[in-house]
């Protein structure tokens, strides 16, 4: 169906949604791989902010013991 220019289709996929790739294994975390995600902060004692994290930062997040990330 064509409006004013526009090909509007009924059946239209939806985007491809990848999941994110494993976090490093393990035997390859260690002091230096522990990265913090951009603009990563304490708030209040336990509460911290940051901005989306990446692949590289899923151990140090883990390292904090987080009970939920919103």
């Given at each position: 169906m ?13 985007p ?10 393990p ?5 230096a ?8 902060a ?5 509460i911290?902010?940051s901005?989306f994290p990446d692949t590289?930062?899923?151990?140090f ?8 990330i919103?």
């Amino acid at each position: 169906m064509e409006m004013s220019g526009l090909d509007l289709r009924k059946h239209e996929k939806p985007p491809r949604i990848r999941p994110l790739p494993s976090p490093l294994p393990p035997a390859a975390c260690n002091e230096a791989a522990l990265v913090p995600p951009l603009n990563f902060a304490m708030v209040h004692d336990g509460i911290f902010r940051s901005g989306f994290p990446d692949t590289s930062n899923f151990w140090f997040l883990k390292s904090l013991n987080l009970r939920s990330i919103v």
